[in-house]
C-alpha cells in the first residue's frame, strides 16, 4: 500500500506545520490589470516585492499551470537565462532589496472546472482564492503571511459584463472602443492573496446602507441575476442584523465605504470572506417561502453572518500559516452560533449545532482522518476545511468564554484584535490574548489545539447517607487517534446540576474545572441521593458515559431546566431502546412513548423545542454508539420505534397536525416552531399505520404556501412506497423544474429516503438529464446525501459503496476538492462487518488504482486506508 511517509514517485509531498519560515520575501503593493475573457483573460500583475531579512535568496512566485507571457523587473524585460521554472512556481534571482516586477499570463475562465482561481459561472466571472486559488490566477507568493495593498483594473465587453467588481472601494470606471469598460477598485487594507476577489457580469443589485457606531456611512449591495432580486430580501436583512451585532457584542466596525455579496450558482464551498466583496453559493443567499424552507432562511442568515464576522477574524486579523486555519473559522463559527443563538432561540440553536457537531465532527474524530484542531501536517490543504477546523474549533473557543465569561473573554478578545491586527497571527497568539485580557491560566487548556479524538467522560454519582453528601466521580480518555496513541488530561468546563427527586428542584448549576485523569467532586445537603443533570448547555464538545437509569432519563426529561439537558435526556432515552434492542435485547420501551407523550402536552415548552426534543436520533447517531455499525438492524428496531410511537399515540399526532396549521405565512419563531412540529407529527401519523396518513401527506403537500411543509410533506411520502410518491415527486419536479436550488431538493429528498429501493432510484437519478457532475450542489444533493444515508448507502452488496467510488473517479479529474469530500463515508471501513468493511476497502483500492488521481482525493484515500 502507498505510503505516504516515504515521497515515492509522485507521492504527493507532505507540508509540515514544524517547517514554518517567514517569507523570504515580501509584497506590499501589487497592481493587476484584467482584460476579462471568458477563454482568454490577460492578467498583467505588478508586484512591488521587498527582501524580508538578510538573505541572498531568489523571489520564488507560485503558480499553478500557468506560463510567463512577459517578466519584467523595474521595467526591464528579463531574458531567458534571468528566471526560471521549479515546477510550476516562477524563480527569479534579484540583486537589490527591492523592486517592482512584473509578469504577464492568460488564464481560461470558461475551461476552469475546479472552480478555484478565475471561472465561468452561468455567464458571470468570479473568483475563489482561499486556500491556494491565487496561484491559477497570476504568479505570486500565494500563503496568508504575505500581506499587500491591491489596486485593481479589470476591462471587458460591456454588454456581458455590464458589472465590474473586485476588494475594497471603487476608484473610477469608463468606457473604452469596440464596447468595452472599465472599473478601477482600491483596497487599502493590506490582505493575503486567499481574500483576494473580482466578478464580473450581468448582475441586478438589492442596495442598502448601513451607519457604522461611529457614523460612517456604508453602501451595501447584494448582487444576484435579475429574476432573483426578490429572493434578497432575507440575505439583506441579516447582513445589517451581523453588522449591528458585532459592533454591539464585539465592538467592531465595518471598515470600508462598500460591502458587497455576489451570489454565484457553481460553488465549491458555501461562502467566502473576500475583503469588502463576499462571494456566496447562491444557496446561502436566495430565501423566499415558495422555494426555501425555515432551514434555509436559518442557513442564509447564519452564513451571511459567518462571512461578515469574517472581516474582523480573519480578514483584519489573518492566519500565519493553513495550520491555523481554526484561528479565523473556529472563533467565527464561535461569532456566526452566538448571533443566531440572539437572533432566535438559543436552546434550540444550540441543540441543532451539537446534532451537526455529532454527526460530522464526532464521527470525524473517530475515524481515520481525525486531525488536531491545529493539524500538524497535510499534503492538500483543501481536506482541511473540516468540520474538526470548524465545529470543534467553535467548541474550544466556547469552553474558553464559559471558563471566562462574557466580561473577560471581551477582554480578551479585544486584547487579540489590539495586538494582531494587520498581521498574520497564530492560535497561540489568541490564546495567549485571552490569557492575558481574560486573566487565566491555559496552560493545560491549549491541549484543545493538539490532541485529536472525542475525550469520553465517565460520570458516577454516589450518595453517603451519612454525611449528606452527593458524590460524583468523573474519570475521562481520549481514544487514540492517527499518529496520536497516548492522550494526556484534557482541561474542560462540565456544567451540572443536581436534582431533588420529591421537589424536582436544584441548588444552582456548578460549573467544574476536570482537568486530572479521574476527579472527585462532593456536594453536601442531600438527605437523598439526587439526579444527575451533566454537560448542561453542552458545556464541553465529550461523550459522557453515565450510568443513569431509564427512570432518571425520564425525569430529567420531564423536569430539567437546562434545554439541551432535557433534549439530551430524552435522547439517551432513546438510543438506550435503541442500541438495546438491535443488540438483541428485549427493551421497554414505554418509559420513551410516555416521555414523548408528555413533552407535546407541556404547555410550557415551545412548538420548535418539542419538535426537537421528540425527534429520534438518526441512523448514524446510533452507529456511532456501537463499535460494529449493523445498518440493517438499526433500521428495522428504529423504524419499529417510531411505529410504535406513532400507533400509540395516533390521536395526539392528528390534534398535533391540526393545531400547527396556519393560515398566512410568518417567519416569526412561533411559526417556525409550528412548522417544524407539524412536520414531525406528520412523520409519526406516517409511521403509525393510519389508512388516511398518505392522503394527509398528500393534502399537505399540495396545500402548503412554504416550502418547510411542501417539503416536509414530501420526504414522508418519499419514503413511503404510497399511491401519491410518484405523483408528489412529479408535481414538485414540474413545479421547480427550471429552480436549480429546489431542484437540489427534489434530489436529496430521494437521496435521503428510507425506501427500499434508494439505491436504484440514485442510480437512476444520477443519469436523469438535470444532473449534472460540473454544478457542485448538484452532486451533493445526490451522491453527498446518500452517502450519508447509512441504510442505502451500507446496503450489504456493497453497490452503494461502487456507485460513489465511480462518481469520485469521474468528478476527480473535473473538480478535485469536490470529489475528495466524497471519500470519507467510505474511509469508516472499521466499523463495519468484514463484508462490507471489505468492500470499502476494495473502492478505496480501486480509486487510488485510477491514472493521475488528484492530491485531493490521493490524501483522503490513502489515509483512509491506513
Ligand atoms: N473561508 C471560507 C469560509 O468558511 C471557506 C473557504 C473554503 N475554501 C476551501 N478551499 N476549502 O467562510
Ligand atoms: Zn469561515
New binding site residues.
Given amino acids: 500500500m502507498a505510503d505516504i511517509h516515504t515521497t515515492g514517485a509522485g507521492a504527493p509531498a507532505i507540508i509540515r506545520r514544524s517547517d514554518y519560515r517567514a517569507p523570504l520575501w515580501l509584497v506590499p503593493d501589487v497592481a493587476l490589470d484584467f482584460a476579462l475573457d471568458a477563454d482568454a483573460t490577460q492578467v498583467r500583475a505588478t508586484l512591488a516585492v521587498t527582501r524580508n531579512g538578510d538573505h541572498d535568496q531568489p523571489l520564488r512566485l507560485d503558480g499553478e499551470g500557468l506560463v510567463p507571457l512577459s517578466i519584467t523587473v523595474d521595467g526591464i524585460a528579463l531574458t531567458p537565462d534571468q528566471w526560471s521554472m521549479d515546477g510550476s512556481a516562477l524563480v527569479i534571482p534579484l540583486s537589490g532589496n527591492a523592486h517592482a516586477v512584473e509578469t504577464l499570463v492568460t488564464i481560461a475562465p470558461a475551461a476552469n472546472t475546479q472552480l478555484m482561481g478565475l471561472y465561468a459561472s452561468g455567464g458571470l466571472l468570479c473568483t475563489q482564492c482561499e486556500a491556494e486559488g491565487f496561484r491559477r490566477i497570476t504568479f505570486f507568493p500565494d500563503r496568508p503571511d504575505v500581506l499587500s495593498r491591491y489596486s485593481v483594473r479589470m476591462t471587458a465587453d460591456k454588454a456581458l459584463y455590464p458589472v465590474l467588481l473586485a476588494n475594497g472601494d471603487p476608484v473610477a470606471s469608463g468606457d473604452l472602443e469596440d464596447g468595452r469598460h472599465w472599473a478601477q477598485w482600491n483596497d487599502p487594507f493590506p490582505k493575503p492573496c486567499y481574500l483576494f476577489a473580482l466578478v464580473a457580469g450581468d448582475l441586478a443589485c438589492n442596495a442598502d446602507g448601513f451607519t457604522t457606531m461611529s457614523g460612517r456611512k456604508v453602501s451595501l449591495g447584494i448582487w444576484v441575476k435579475a429574476a432573483d432580486l426578490p429572493r434578497t430580501a432575507h440575505a439583506m436583512k441579516a447582513l445589517k442584523d451581523s453588522m449591528a451585532w458585532d459592533e454591539r457584542v464585539y465592538g467592531r466596525e465595518y471598515d470600508l465605504a462598500a460591502f458587497n455579496i455576489v451570489a454565484v450558482a457553481d460553488f465549491n464551498f458555501g461562502a467566502m470572506?473576500n475583503k469588502g466583496l463576499n462571494i456566496f453559493n447562491s444557496r446561502y443567499i436566495l430565501a423566499d417561502p415558495e422555494t426555501a424552507t425555515d432551514m434555509d432562511y436559518d442557513a442564509v442568515e447564519g452564513v451571511v453572518a459567518?462571512?461578515y464576522f469574517?472581516n474582523w477574524s480573519?480578514n483584519r486579523v489573518t492566519c500565519r500559516d493553513w495550520f491555523q486555519l481554526s484561528l479565523?473559522?473556529g472563533f467565527?463559527?464561535f461569532r456566526d452560533q452566538s448571533f443566531s443563538a440572539d437572533m432566535g432561540s438559543p436552546a434550540v440553536k444550540r441543540i441543532d449545532d451539537v446534532r451537526i457537531l455529532r454527526a460530522a465532527q464526532f464521527q470525524e474524530d473517530s475515524g481515520p482522518l481525525a486531525h488536531p484542531v491545529r493539524p500538524e501536517s497535510y499534503m492538500e490543504i483543501s481536506n482541511f476545511y473540516t468540520a474538526t477546523i470548524?465545529n470543534k474549533g467553535a467548541e474550544v473557543i466556547r469552553m474558553m468564554h464559559t471558563l471566562l465569561g462574557p466580561e473577560r473573554f471581551r477582554a480578551g478578545s479585544d486584547l487579540y484584535f489590539d495586538r494582531h491586527d494587520g498581521q498574520a497571527a497564530t492560535c497561540e497568539d489568541f490564546v495567549k490574548a485571552m490569557e492575558d485580557g481574560g486573566g487565566i491560566d491555559l496552560t493545560q487548556f491549549r491541549l484543545w489545539y493538539s490532541q485529536a479524538g472525542t475525550p469520553r467522560i465517565n460520570a458516577t454519582l454516589t450518595h453517603d447517607a451519612a454525611t449528606g453528601e452527593a458524590i460524583l466521580t468523573l474519570s475521562q480518555a481520549v481514544p487514540p487517534t492517527p499518529g496520536q496513541p497516548d492522550k494526556k488530561p484534557m482541561a474542560m468546563p462540565i456544567r451540572i446540576a443536581l436534582f431533588d427527586r420529591a421537589s424536582a428542584r436544584h441548588h444552582g448549576d456548578a460549573l467544574l474545572h476536570l482537568t486530572q485523569a479521574e476527579q472527585s467532586f462532593r456536594f453536601p445537603g442531600f438527605s437523598a441521593p439526587p439526579v444527575l443533570s451533566i454537560n448542561r448547555g453542552f458545556s464541553a464538545p465529550v461523550v459522557i458515559d453515565s450510568d443513569r437509569s431509564q427512570a432518571d432519563l425520564a425525569f430529567l426529561s420531564a423536569h430539567d431546566d437546562d434545554p439541551f439537558a432535557r433534549y439530551e435526556a430524552m435522547q439517551q432515552l432513546m438510543v438506550n431502546v435503541l442500541v438495546g434492542t438491535v443488540a438483541g435485547q428485549a427493551m421497554d420501551d414505554t418509559p420513551v412513548i410516555a416521555a414523548i407523550r408528555d413533552t407535546i402536552a407541556d404547555s410550557k415548552l415551545d412548538d420548535a423545542f418539542i419538535a426537537e426534543a421528540i425527534r429520534l436520533p438518526s441512523e448514524s447517531y446510533i452507529g456511532d454508539q456501537m463499535l460494529l455499525v449493523d445498518p440493517d438492524a438499526i433500521h428495522l428496531a428504529r423504524d419499529r420505534l417510531q411505529a410504535k410511537i406513532g400507533a400509540t399515540l395516533e390521536q395526539e399526532w392528528r390534534a398535533l397536525h391540526a393545531r400547527t396549521e396556519a393560515n398566512g405565512f410568518s417567519l416569526s419563531s412561533a411559526a417556525k416552531g409550528a412548522r417544524k412540529l407539524r412536520n414531525t407529527a406528520l412523520l409519526y401519523l406516517s409511521a403509525s399505520g393510519a389508512k388516511d396518513a398518505d392522503a394527509i401527506a398528500f393534502a399537505q403537500f399540495d396545500r402548503a404556501d412554504n416550502m418547510t411543509e411542501r417539503q416536509g410533506a414530501l420526504a414522508v411520502l418519499a419514503s413511503g412506497i404510497g399511491d401519491h410518491r410518484e405523483a408528489a415527486l412529479d408535481i414538485f419536479y414540474n413545479r421547480y423544474a427550471d429552480d436549480a436550488l429546489v431542484l437540489d431538493k427534489w434530489f436529496q429528498t430521494q437521496a435521503l429516503a428510507f425506501h427500499p429501493d434508494t439505491l436504484a432510484i440514485v442510480d437512476a437519478l444520477g443519469r436523469h438529464k438535470d444532473f449534472t457532475l460540473s454544478n457542485p450542489n448538484r452532486v451533493r444533493s445526490l451522491y453527498g446525501a446518500f452517502a450519508a444515508n447509512q441504510w442505502g448507502f451500507h446496503q450489504g452488496d456493497g453497490a452503494g459503496y461502487r456507485m460513489v467510488a465511480d462518481i469520485v473517479i469521474a468528478l476527480d479529474s473535473l473538480n478535485p476538492q469536490t470529489a475528495a469530500r466524497l471519500v470519507p463515508p467510505l474511509g469508516r471501513w472499521r466499523r463495519f462487518d468484514a463484508v462490507r468493511g471489505g468492500a470499502m476497502r476494495a473502492e478505496l483500492e480501486r480509486i487510488l488504482a485510477t491514472p493521475g488521481l488528484s492530491k485531493d482525493v490521493t490524501e483522503q484515500v490513502v489515509k483512509s486506508l491506513e
Fill in positions: 470572506e459567518h462571512e469574517h480573519g479565523k473559522e467565527t463559527v470548524y
